[in-house]
């Protein structure tokens, strides 16, 4: 699959940029994840005890994809 300069450079921008928000944000991800679980799926969504570790740490894990991408693709 060719992928153009510019889609490549989004493709681990927009990896990065997800893992930057996993990091800095997660208590904002999890009420969004609320939200849309009730207003989509009508089902209650109540994060365990730790979530906000997981999903920092899902974060981390973004970033490093990222940085792989980035060596990969440029």
């Known amino acids: 699959m060719d992928l153009t300069r510019a889609e490549r450079r ?3 921008t927009g990896t990065a940029l997800a893992g930057v928000l996993h990091v800095l944000v997660p208590g904002l991800l999890l ?3 609320r939200l849309g679980y009730r207003w989509v799926l009508s ?3 109540t994060p365990q ?6 999903v920092r740490l ?3 894990g973004n970033l490093v994809v990222a ?8």
């Not at 005890?49 to 997981?54: N, S």
């Open 58 to 60: 899902l974060g981390v």
């Open 49 to 54: 005890d730790g979530a906000r570790r997981r």
């Open 10 to 12: 989004l493709l681990w």
């Open 67 to 74: 940085a792989v991408l980035k060596r990969i693709l440029d």
């Open 43 to 45: 089902v209650e969504f």
């Open 31 to 33: 009420s969004l994840a």
